[in-house]
């Protein structure tokens, strides 16, 4: 019970230092293509949100980071890996760009096969 105690404390003032009741009102909705399978995973690493998309042999690894914990952009940014020889980095706000981004790499991947 003690240890159940202690994780109940410390995620609920990870969720407070972390503002997430703020980000689940500012984080925007995505339409993803319907070919495309999206695992949701935990949010490791100080990332806000993480998930991968998955279409075939292609795999795409997607993370948002909204505190500059992770990369070196500036704001609220969404990076996508692999992309081209490096990551694709874009604004929260900007879902088209990370859409196509996304797209891209799978395109990319599956080109190669």
């Not at 990551?87 to 996304?102: P, W």
């Amino acid at each position: 019970m003690e240890k159940e105690l202690d994780r109940w404390t410390l995620a609920r003032e990870y969720s407070r230092l972390m503002e997430h009741r703020k980000w689940a009102q500012e984080i925007p909705y995505l339409s993803f293509p319907s070919d495309w399978k999206v695992k949701i995973v935990p949010p490791f690493n100080g990332a806000m949100v993480r998930f991968y998309v998955k279409k075939e042999e292609a795999f795409v690894s997607v993370f948002l980071d909204c505190y500059d914990l992770l990369g070196f952009c500036q704001g609220h940014y969404w990076e996508v890996h692999p992309h081209e020889d490096d990551v694709f980095r874009c604004e929260m706000n900007k879902t088209e760009e990370l859409l196509k981004a996304i797209s891209h790499s799978i395109s990319s991947q599956l080109n190669r096969i």
